[in-house]
């Protein structure tokens, strides 16, 4: 039997902090608020070469010539505070915050870039940061070379020819456990990167029920409406978001969705809790810090190492934390609610994704329409979840997704105006035009623009199309998306 003073701390964990209730008053300067956000945005450093048809080159994260030599003068211009975990390893950035928390610069295993803001009380105030700072990145890695592309998945490198860039215990670790599930491990690790936009759970049990239920319940239409990744090594996935594919396939006990329809039936704080912890106690056991980063190659589960040793070393609660951070549902609570199924999208879109889950959690009326509309698929979400990688091919995430993206625009405009500024709710609606409402997703437009720099019609699933993925095809395709964002197509 697991331990009963554990299993209590660990209850007592997820209330106080993973599913911790937010104040309604942030700051005296907005009074009553509908919450913070914050924003984490992935991208891929890339060399163009001297033709910009050709693949780009590899950035290596450490080394001589490395994304981390080209970043350190930068920091020390600006004032920005390194953190190594050797002196030859360069592990993150801390950018000194407008709030008094900093925003943060870090590395995911592949060597993708990663720019974290603070939570801001305003949608307009967290893009603003998030643009500075991503344009001050960009400017300065131009003088070594290096461009930032932003993508769901690496369409150009196999995950041997990225590598393991980040030589820590934890993700030596992680590779050495997923890669004996399945290949889509290293993939995970490597090649996908994504856009996520995190949410309060509001400040009172009902607020945090129905903000999380309506999130787990919009996972699978928010994945489909912005897949992007439809080629990997090379080639055509025949996806629209094969980057979905990827986690869906990494590990069942540590993805996905649960069927939900238990918060349902009494949509309070309680219920999410119990909900999760089921969640949580069945996931399998990644690895064990106390016995030198061992991987544990028996299924072993949360719930089975609290009840008995492994190798000798019994679960502590820092234990429960790494565990915690290890799990990849696609709506991970974290104190705040992390939405993950969102492929990253081009700089053109990035104020989209936020723009919609704002509009649809945080406004109380478009959330509620949206629970009403999304409420009988809750018995079949995770089947519905695997239909995401197609894009818009099933019927029902395409014509659910359109009335979801007219909910999230409403319900943005029914916001403060700082949560709409001068950007999110203008692309939030030439976004939905351009895509959803033609029943499309960002990765058919990739398809395209990859077709027509090879001289194709169009391509197939299988194809090899080297010769469409230049930077150039890329950067010709960003300054269309440019053009449409700011309505000048």
Known sequence: MPSTKLTEQCLAHLRDKTFRLRPVRYDERYGIWPGEIGIEMESWPVRPGELRSENPGRVMLHGEGSLSEALLPLAEREGWTCEFADPAQLMKIAVPGQTGVPDWITFEPGGQLEVSSAPFPCLSDALNRMHLIDEKIKRHLRGFGIELVATGINPWWTPDEIGLQMK?????????????????????????????????????????????????????????????????????????????????????????????????????????????????????????????????????????????????????????????????????????????????????????????????????????????????FAGGLDLLLHKVPEGFKNKDLAVTSVRLMELAMEGLDRLPDCFRGSEADVTLRRFYEHFTARGRVPGDDLLEAVAKAAGKNQVQTGDDVSAGLGIGTIAALNRKWDELARGNA
């Open 168 to 376: 820590k215990p934890r993700y030596e670790a992680m590779n050495k456990y997923f890669s004996r599930i399945s290949p889509y491990g290293p993939r995970m690790m490597r090649q996908t990167c994504t856009i996520q936009v995190n949410l309060d759970f509001g400040s009172t049990g009902d607020e945090l029920a129905r903000r999380y239920l309506a999130s787990l319940l919009i996972a699978p239409f928010a994945g489909a409406t912005f897949a992007n990744s439809p080629v990997v090594d090379r080639k055509v996935t025949g996806d629209k978001g094969f980057r979905s594919r990827v986690w869906l396939n990494l590990d069942p006990s540590r993805t996905g969705i649960a069927d939900p329809r238990r918060i349902m039936k009494r949509l309070d704080q309680d219920s999410c809790i119990e909900y999760y912890w089921d969640f949580v106690r069945n996931a399998r056991v990644v690895f064990a810090a106390g016995a030198g980063y061992a991987v544990p190659d028996n299924g072993l589960t949360w719930e089975q190492w609290m009840a008995a040793p492994w190798m000798g070393v019994s679960p502590s609660m820092a234990d429960f934390d790494t565990h915690l951070s290890l799990l990849f549902p696609e709506v991970r609570p974290r104190g705040f609610l992390e939405q993950r199924p969102v492929d990253c999208q081009a700089q053109s879109w990035m104020a989209v994704p936020a723009g919609y889950y704002t509009g649809l959690l945080y406004d109380a009326k478009a959330r509620d329409q949206a629970l009403a509309l999304l409420e009988p």
